[in-house]
Protein backbone atom coordinates (compact mmCIF):
# COMPACT_ATOMS: atom_id res chain seq x y z
CA UNK A 1 0.00 0.00 0.00
CA UNK A 2 2.68 2.24 0.77
CA UNK A 3 4.35 1.71 -2.82
CA UNK A 4 0.27 3.15 -4.07
CA UNK A 5 1.39 6.20 -1.77
CA UNK A 6 4.44 6.81 -2.70
CA UNK A 7 4.03 6.46 -6.36
CA UNK A 8 0.18 8.74 -6.12
CA UNK A 9 1.88 11.13 -4.21
CA UNK A 10 4.73 11.70 -6.85
CA UNK A 11 2.21 12.52 -9.60
CA UNK A 12 0.18 14.32 -7.71
CA UNK A 13 2.58 16.41 -6.56
CA UNK A 14 3.38 18.05 -10.38
CA UNK A 15 0.88 20.62 -11.59
CA UNK A 16 -0.55 19.53 -14.77
CA UNK A 17 -3.52 21.68 -15.69
CA UNK A 18 -4.81 22.06 -18.53
CA UNK A 19 -5.99 25.41 -20.09
CA UNK A 20 -9.19 25.62 -22.75
CA UNK A 21 -8.04 29.01 -23.47
CA UNK A 22 -4.92 27.43 -25.32
CA UNK A 23 -4.84 26.43 -28.97
CA UNK A 24 -1.58 23.50 -28.28
CA UNK A 25 -1.39 20.25 -27.66
CA UNK A 26 -0.85 20.09 -24.80
CA UNK A 27 -2.54 23.06 -23.53
CA UNK A 28 -0.25 23.58 -21.06
CA UNK A 29 3.69 23.16 -20.99
CA UNK A 30 3.95 21.99 -17.36
CA UNK A 31 2.22 18.76 -18.54
CA UNK A 32 5.23 17.96 -20.63
CA UNK A 33 6.70 17.32 -16.82
CA UNK A 34 4.65 14.87 -15.49
CA UNK A 35 4.76 13.24 -19.05
CA UNK A 36 8.34 12.68 -19.38
CA UNK A 37 8.82 11.42 -15.65
CA UNK A 38 5.96 8.56 -16.67
CA UNK A 39 7.77 7.45 -19.74
CA UNK A 40 10.95 7.21 -17.21
CA UNK A 41 8.73 5.35 -14.88
CA UNK A 42 7.50 3.20 -17.89
CA UNK A 43 10.83 2.05 -18.44
CA UNK A 44 11.53 0.95 -15.65
CA UNK A 45 9.58 -0.80 -14.34
CA UNK A 46 9.91 -2.53 -17.43
CA UNK A 47 7.73 -1.87 -20.23
CA UNK A 48 8.31 -1.98 -23.70
CA UNK A 49 8.35 0.33 -26.88
CA UNK A 50 7.52 3.20 -24.38
CA UNK A 51 6.86 6.16 -27.02
CA UNK A 52 5.60 10.00 -26.42
CA UNK A 53 4.69 11.85 -29.24
CA UNK A 54 5.33 15.65 -30.24
CA UNK A 55 1.49 16.46 -28.55
CA UNK A 56 2.47 14.42 -25.26
CA UNK A 57 0.45 11.71 -25.68
CA UNK A 58 2.42 8.59 -24.30
CA UNK A 59 1.50 4.64 -25.02
CA UNK A 60 3.71 1.58 -24.01
CA UNK A 61 3.80 -2.52 -24.55
CA UNK A 62 3.13 -5.36 -21.95
CA UNK A 63 4.27 -8.16 -24.45
CA UNK A 64 1.97 -11.19 -24.00
CA UNK A 65 3.16 -14.13 -22.62
CA UNK A 66 0.97 -16.58 -24.09
CA UNK A 67 1.64 -19.03 -26.99
CA UNK A 68 -1.93 -18.49 -28.33
CA UNK A 69 -3.68 -15.71 -29.97
CA UNK A 70 -5.37 -13.80 -27.43
CA UNK A 71 -7.20 -10.30 -27.76
CA UNK A 72 -4.97 -7.17 -27.42
CA UNK A 73 -6.47 -4.98 -25.08
CA UNK A 74 -5.93 -1.25 -23.09
CA UNK A 75 -5.61 0.88 -19.97
CA UNK A 76 -6.22 4.40 -20.39
CA UNK A 77 -5.98 7.64 -18.17
CA UNK A 78 -5.19 11.33 -18.50
CA UNK A 79 -2.19 12.82 -16.42
CA UNK A 80 -3.97 16.82 -16.76
CA UNK A 81 -5.91 18.31 -13.84
CA UNK A 82 -9.17 20.46 -14.37
CA UNK A 83 -9.10 24.04 -14.94
CA UNK A 84 -11.72 24.60 -12.34
CA UNK A 85 -8.90 24.73 -9.31
CA UNK A 86 -5.58 25.09 -8.91
CA UNK A 87 -3.52 21.89 -8.28
CA UNK A 88 -0.08 23.99 -8.14
CA UNK A 89 1.99 23.04 -5.09
CA UNK A 90 -0.64 19.84 -4.24
CA UNK A 91 0.27 19.21 -0.31
CA UNK A 92 -1.57 15.97 0.63
CA UNK A 93 -2.24 14.77 3.78
CA UNK A 94 -2.92 10.99 4.77
CA UNK A 95 -5.39 10.41 7.11
CA UNK A 96 -4.94 6.17 8.00
CA UNK A 97 -7.64 4.19 9.81
CA UNK A 98 -10.47 6.93 9.37
CA UNK A 99 -12.97 7.32 12.39
CA UNK A 100 -15.64 8.19 10.49
CA UNK A 101 -15.61 11.84 11.48
CA UNK A 102 -15.12 15.30 10.50
CA UNK A 103 -11.99 15.82 8.52
CA UNK A 104 -9.82 19.50 9.10
CA UNK A 105 -8.61 19.92 5.87
CA UNK A 106 -7.21 23.01 6.57
CA UNK A 107 -7.62 24.71 10.27
CA UNK A 108 -6.53 27.98 9.36
CA UNK A 109 -9.29 28.55 6.86
CA UNK A 110 -11.69 25.68 8.79
CA UNK A 111 -12.06 23.86 5.68
CA UNK A 112 -13.77 20.69 6.89
CA UNK A 113 -14.21 17.48 5.21
CA UNK A 114 -17.57 16.53 6.44
CA UNK A 115 -19.42 13.06 6.14
CA UNK A 116 -22.83 14.94 6.79
CA UNK A 117 -22.14 16.89 3.55
CA UNK A 118 -20.40 13.84 1.69
CA UNK A 119 -22.12 11.11 3.14
CA UNK A 120 -19.98 8.67 0.89
CA UNK A 121 -16.89 9.05 3.37
CA UNK A 122 -18.72 6.68 5.81
CA UNK A 123 -18.14 3.98 3.11
CA UNK A 124 -14.28 4.14 3.87
CA UNK A 125 -14.58 4.15 7.49
CA UNK A 126 -11.23 1.93 8.86
CA UNK A 127 -9.36 3.28 4.98
CA UNK A 128 -6.23 5.21 4.76
CA UNK A 129 -7.93 8.35 3.27
CA UNK A 130 -5.34 10.52 1.21
CA UNK A 131 -7.15 14.32 1.16
CA UNK A 132 -5.71 17.73 0.17
CA UNK A 133 -5.52 20.61 2.67
CA UNK A 134 -7.92 22.63 1.18
CA UNK A 135 -5.97 25.13 -0.72
CA UNK A 136 -5.63 22.89 -4.26
CA UNK A 137 -7.40 19.98 -5.96
CA UNK A 138 -6.21 16.71 -5.02
CA UNK A 139 -5.68 15.18 -8.99
CA UNK A 140 -6.81 11.47 -8.30
CA UNK A 141 -8.51 12.72 -11.37
CA UNK A 142 -6.75 11.46 -13.05
CA UNK A 143 -4.01 10.35 -11.34
CA UNK A 144 -5.40 7.86 -9.34
CA UNK A 145 -5.50 6.21 -12.83
CA UNK A 146 -2.73 6.48 -13.83
CA UNK A 147 -1.13 5.29 -10.50
CA UNK A 148 -3.69 1.72 -10.65
CA UNK A 149 -2.49 1.06 -14.19
CA UNK A 150 1.36 1.63 -13.89
CA UNK A 151 1.39 -0.84 -10.73
CA UNK A 152 -1.01 -3.30 -12.24
CA UNK A 153 1.71 -3.74 -15.22
CA UNK A 154 4.50 -4.01 -12.30
CA UNK A 155 2.50 -6.32 -10.79
CA UNK A 156 2.28 -8.41 -13.94
CA UNK A 157 6.01 -7.65 -14.76
CA UNK A 158 7.07 -9.06 -11.39
CA UNK A 159 4.47 -12.40 -11.47
CA UNK A 160 4.67 -14.13 -14.88
CA UNK A 161 2.92 -16.85 -13.64
CA UNK A 162 -0.30 -14.78 -14.10
CA UNK A 163 -0.84 -15.65 -18.22
CA UNK A 164 -2.11 -12.73 -19.92
CA UNK A 165 -1.91 -11.07 -23.63
CA UNK A 166 -0.39 -7.80 -24.98
CA UNK A 167 -1.72 -5.10 -23.00
CA UNK A 168 -1.73 -1.63 -24.47
CA UNK A 169 -1.27 1.45 -21.81
CA UNK A 170 -2.44 4.74 -22.89
CA UNK A 171 -1.76 7.68 -20.90
CA UNK A 172 -3.08 11.51 -22.68
CA UNK A 173 -3.20 15.12 -22.13
CA UNK A 174 -6.01 17.44 -21.80
CA UNK A 175 -8.88 15.35 -21.23
CA UNK A 176 -10.20 17.55 -18.56
CA UNK A 177 -10.90 20.83 -21.58
CA UNK A 178 -12.13 17.95 -23.45
CA UNK A 179 -9.85 17.13 -25.74
CA UNK A 180 -8.34 13.91 -24.84
CA UNK A 181 -8.87 11.46 -27.06
CA UNK A 182 -8.44 14.52 -30.24
CA UNK A 183 -5.01 13.15 -30.73
CA UNK A 184 -4.96 9.55 -29.74
CA UNK A 185 -3.90 7.38 -32.88
CA UNK A 186 -6.39 4.59 -32.46
CA UNK A 187 -4.26 2.27 -34.89
CA UNK A 188 -1.11 2.84 -33.41
CA UNK A 189 -2.60 2.16 -30.14
CA UNK A 190 -4.09 -1.27 -31.74
CA UNK A 191 -5.94 -2.60 -29.12
CA UNK A 192 -9.33 -4.74 -29.61
CA UNK A 193 -11.06 -2.46 -26.52
CA UNK A 194 -9.78 -0.79 -23.66
CA UNK A 195 -11.11 0.80 -20.68
CA UNK A 196 -10.72 4.31 -19.34
CA UNK A 197 -9.77 4.32 -15.70
CA UNK A 198 -11.17 7.16 -14.61
CA UNK A 199 -14.53 6.87 -12.72
CA UNK A 200 -14.98 7.70 -9.00
CA UNK A 201 -16.24 5.11 -6.80
CA UNK A 202 -15.09 1.69 -6.30
CA UNK A 203 -16.99 -0.67 -8.01
CA UNK A 204 -17.67 1.64 -11.05
CA UNK A 205 -18.41 0.62 -14.61
CA UNK A 206 -19.64 2.44 -16.82
CA UNK A 207 -20.68 2.16 -20.66
CA UNK A 208 -23.74 4.89 -21.50
CA UNK A 209 -22.99 8.48 -21.15
CA UNK A 210 -25.05 11.75 -22.78
CA UNK A 211 -25.26 12.23 -26.19
CA UNK A 212 -24.81 15.81 -27.11
CA UNK A 213 -25.34 19.07 -28.63
CA UNK A 214 -24.78 22.51 -28.24
CA UNK A 215 -27.21 24.92 -29.47
CA UNK A 216 -26.78 28.87 -30.47
CA UNK A 217 -29.62 30.86 -31.30
CA UNK A 218 -29.24 34.81 -32.81
CA UNK A 219 -31.83 37.01 -32.60
CA UNK A 220 -31.36 40.40 -34.60
CA UNK A 221 -33.65 43.44 -33.73
CA UNK A 222 -34.25 46.78 -35.07
CA UNK A 223 -33.74 50.20 -31.79
CA UNK A 224 -36.28 52.72 -32.51
CA UNK A 225 -36.70 55.71 -30.62
CA UNK A 226 -39.67 53.74 -27.56
CA UNK A 227 -42.03 57.26 -28.26
CA UNK A 228 -42.07 56.22 -31.74
CA UNK A 229 -41.73 52.33 -32.55
CA UNK A 230 -45.52 51.32 -32.87
CA UNK A 231 -45.28 49.13 -35.59
CA UNK A 232 -41.41 49.35 -35.86
CA UNK A 233 -39.24 48.29 -32.82
CA UNK A 234 -37.83 44.45 -32.87
CA UNK A 235 -36.32 43.80 -29.50
CA UNK A 236 -33.81 41.19 -29.30
CA UNK A 237 -34.33 40.50 -25.92
CA UNK A 238 -37.84 39.66 -25.28
CA UNK A 239 -38.04 37.41 -28.55
CA UNK A 240 -35.38 35.57 -26.60
CA UNK A 241 -37.07 35.54 -23.63
CA UNK A 242 -40.09 34.36 -25.73
CA UNK A 243 -37.38 31.28 -27.09
CA UNK A 244 -36.58 30.22 -23.42
CA UNK A 245 -39.74 30.23 -22.44
CA UNK A 246 -40.87 27.83 -25.13
CA UNK A 247 -38.81 25.43 -23.89
CA UNK A 248 -39.82 22.62 -21.39
CA UNK A 249 -39.36 23.65 -17.54
CA UNK A 250 -38.87 20.70 -16.09
CA UNK A 251 -36.41 19.52 -18.34
CA UNK A 252 -33.41 21.13 -16.98
CA UNK A 253 -30.09 19.69 -15.42
CA UNK A 254 -31.32 20.50 -11.76
CA UNK A 255 -34.63 18.79 -12.12
CA UNK A 256 -32.96 15.47 -13.86
CA UNK A 257 -31.48 12.46 -12.92
CA UNK A 258 -30.56 8.88 -14.49
CA UNK A 259 -31.39 8.51 -17.59
CA UNK A 260 -33.56 12.22 -18.13
CA UNK A 261 -32.15 14.12 -20.48
CA UNK A 262 -32.49 18.01 -20.37
CA UNK A 263 -32.09 21.45 -21.85
CA UNK A 264 -29.35 23.31 -20.35
CA UNK A 265 -29.62 27.68 -20.69
CA UNK A 266 -26.30 28.36 -20.26
CA UNK A 267 -25.17 31.85 -21.97
CA UNK A 268 -27.39 34.57 -22.66
CA UNK A 269 -26.59 38.33 -23.70
CA UNK A 270 -28.94 40.14 -24.97
CA UNK A 271 -29.79 44.10 -26.47
CA UNK A 272 -32.29 45.51 -28.63
CA UNK A 273 -30.95 45.27 -31.50
CA UNK A 274 -28.84 41.88 -30.62
CA UNK A 275 -29.63 38.60 -28.21
CA UNK A 276 -28.10 35.28 -28.23
CA UNK A 277 -28.85 32.04 -26.19
CA UNK A 278 -26.67 29.41 -25.77
CA UNK A 279 -28.39 26.30 -24.61
CA UNK A 280 -26.48 22.65 -24.50
CA UNK A 281 -28.80 19.34 -24.98
CA UNK A 282 -28.56 16.01 -22.97
CA UNK A 283 -29.99 12.84 -23.81
CA UNK A 284 -28.90 9.30 -23.39
CA UNK A 285 -31.66 7.94 -25.56
CA UNK A 286 -30.68 9.13 -29.73
CA UNK A 287 -34.39 9.54 -30.58
CA UNK A 288 -35.43 11.73 -27.86
CA UNK A 289 -31.90 13.76 -28.27
CA UNK A 290 -33.22 14.15 -31.89
CA UNK A 291 -36.44 15.35 -30.91
CA UNK A 292 -35.09 17.81 -28.74
CA UNK A 293 -32.62 19.47 -31.31
CA UNK A 294 -36.06 18.85 -33.55
CA UNK A 295 -37.92 21.39 -30.81
CA UNK A 296 -35.58 23.64 -31.02
CA UNK A 297 -36.14 24.01 -34.69
CA UNK A 298 -39.83 24.16 -34.41
CA UNK A 299 -39.48 26.76 -31.75
CA UNK A 300 -37.05 28.66 -34.48
CA UNK A 301 -39.75 28.48 -37.30
CA UNK A 302 -42.66 29.74 -34.89
CA UNK A 303 -40.66 32.91 -34.21
CA UNK A 304 -39.67 33.45 -37.67
CA UNK A 305 -43.17 33.12 -38.88
CA UNK A 306 -44.22 35.52 -35.76
CA UNK A 307 -41.56 37.80 -35.64
CA UNK A 308 -40.17 37.76 -39.15
CA UNK A 309 -36.83 36.43 -40.43
CA UNK A 310 -34.28 37.98 -37.24
CA UNK A 311 -33.57 34.28 -35.84
CA UNK A 312 -31.24 31.56 -36.45
CA UNK A 313 -30.58 29.08 -35.14
CA UNK A 314 -27.09 26.64 -35.09
CA UNK A 315 -27.11 23.62 -33.37
CA UNK A 316 -23.60 21.53 -33.25
CA UNK A 317 -23.32 18.06 -32.35
CA UNK A 318 -20.79 17.38 -29.80
CA UNK A 319 -20.12 13.92 -28.49
CA UNK A 320 -22.73 10.04 -28.62
CA UNK A 321 -23.28 8.03 -26.37
CA UNK A 322 -20.93 5.12 -26.02
CA UNK A 323 -23.67 2.26 -25.24
CA UNK A 324 -24.38 1.94 -29.68
CA UNK A 325 -20.49 0.93 -29.91
CA UNK A 326 -20.61 -1.08 -26.87
CA UNK A 327 -23.62 -2.96 -26.93
CA UNK A 328 -22.44 -4.81 -30.12
CA UNK A 329 -19.63 -6.33 -28.22
CA UNK A 330 -20.78 -6.46 -24.58
CA UNK A 331 -18.21 -9.37 -23.50
CA UNK A 332 -15.88 -6.24 -22.86
CA UNK A 333 -18.19 -5.03 -20.16
CA UNK A 334 -18.87 -8.50 -18.79
CA UNK A 335 -15.32 -9.51 -18.14
CA UNK A 336 -14.15 -5.80 -15.97
CA UNK A 337 -18.02 -6.97 -14.03
CA UNK A 338 -16.41 -10.55 -13.59
CA UNK A 339 -13.83 -8.99 -12.77
CA UNK A 340 -14.88 -7.15 -9.67
CA UNK A 341 -17.21 -10.06 -8.54
CA UNK A 342 -14.18 -12.27 -8.51
CA UNK A 343 -12.78 -9.49 -6.31
CA UNK A 344 -15.95 -9.08 -4.14
CA UNK A 345 -16.52 -5.52 -5.55
CA UNK A 346 -19.93 -5.33 -6.11
CA UNK A 347 -20.26 -3.37 -9.64
CA UNK A 348 -21.98 -0.10 -10.35
CA UNK A 349 -23.08 0.17 -13.38
CA UNK A 350 -25.11 3.69 -14.11
CA UNK A 351 -25.42 5.67 -17.52
CA UNK A 352 -23.07 8.79 -17.47
CA UNK A 353 -24.70 11.89 -16.99
CA UNK A 354 -21.61 13.27 -19.20
CA UNK A 355 -18.88 12.24 -21.62
CA UNK A 356 -16.03 10.40 -21.00
CA UNK A 357 -12.64 10.27 -23.81
CA UNK A 358 -13.90 6.59 -23.71
CA UNK A 359 -16.83 8.00 -26.07
CA UNK A 360 -15.10 9.51 -28.14
CA UNK A 361 -12.34 6.30 -28.24
CA UNK A 362 -15.70 4.32 -29.07
CA UNK A 363 -16.75 6.40 -32.07
CA UNK A 364 -12.91 6.34 -33.02
CA UNK A 365 -12.91 2.72 -33.60
CA UNK A 366 -12.13 1.72 -29.80
CA UNK A 367 -14.92 0.75 -27.40
CA UNK A 368 -13.72 1.82 -24.22
CA UNK A 369 -16.05 1.69 -20.72
CA UNK A 370 -14.32 3.31 -17.75
CA UNK A 371 -13.91 1.76 -14.52
CA UNK A 372 -13.56 3.43 -11.36
CA UNK A 373 -10.38 5.07 -10.30
CA UNK A 374 -11.76 5.43 -6.69
CA UNK A 375 -11.53 9.27 -6.23
CA UNK A 376 -14.56 11.56 -4.92
CA UNK A 377 -15.20 15.36 -5.36
CA UNK A 378 -12.76 15.79 -8.34
CA UNK A 379 -12.25 19.10 -9.51
CA UNK A 380 -12.29 20.88 -5.85
CA UNK A 381 -10.57 21.42 -2.47
CA UNK A 382 -12.76 18.63 -1.29
CA UNK A 383 -11.16 15.75 -3.74
CA UNK A 384 -9.85 12.73 -1.43
CA UNK A 385 -9.06 8.97 -2.35
CA UNK A 386 -9.34 5.68 -0.28
CA UNK A 387 -5.94 3.80 -0.77
CA UNK A 388 -7.94 0.45 -0.70
CA UNK A 389 -10.11 1.67 -3.58
CA UNK A 390 -6.80 2.02 -5.56
CA UNK A 391 -5.62 -1.10 -4.62
CA UNK A 392 -8.84 -2.57 -5.70
CA UNK A 393 -8.35 -1.04 -8.93
CA UNK A 394 -5.11 -2.40 -9.37
CA UNK A 395 -6.47 -6.00 -8.81
CA UNK A 396 -9.23 -5.10 -10.97
CA UNK A 397 -6.90 -4.08 -13.83
CA UNK A 398 -5.02 -7.05 -13.17
CA UNK A 399 -8.19 -10.02 -13.13
CA UNK A 400 -9.37 -8.40 -16.51
CA UNK A 401 -6.00 -8.97 -18.25
CA UNK A 402 -5.88 -12.48 -16.58
CA UNK A 403 -10.03 -13.18 -17.63
CA UNK A 404 -9.20 -11.75 -20.93
CA UNK A 405 -6.37 -14.37 -21.91
CA UNK A 406 -8.63 -16.99 -20.28
CA UNK A 407 -12.09 -16.43 -22.41
ZN1 LIG B 1 -10.89 12.34 -15.29
Known amino acids: MQHIIDRFISYITVDTQSDPKSDTTPSTKKQWTLAHKLVEELKQIGMQDVVIDDKAYIMATLPSNLQKEVPTIGFISHFDTSPDFTSNDVKPQIIKNYDGGDIVLNKAENIILSPSYFDDLLQYKGNTLITTDGTTLLGADDKAGITEI ?47 MDGSQIGELEYENFNAAGAKITIKGKSVHPGYAKGKMVNAILIANDFISQLPGHEVPQKTTGREGFFHVHHMKGEIELAEIEIIIRDHDLKKFEQRKELLQYITENLKAEYGDFVSLDIKDQYFNMREKIEPVMHIVEIAKEAMESLGITPIIKPIRGGTDGSQLSYMGLPCPNIFAGGHNFHGKYEYVPVESMQKAVDVIVKICELTAKR
Open 150 to 196: ITAMEYLIQHPEIKHGKIRVGFTPDEEIGRGAHHFDVAAFGADWAYT
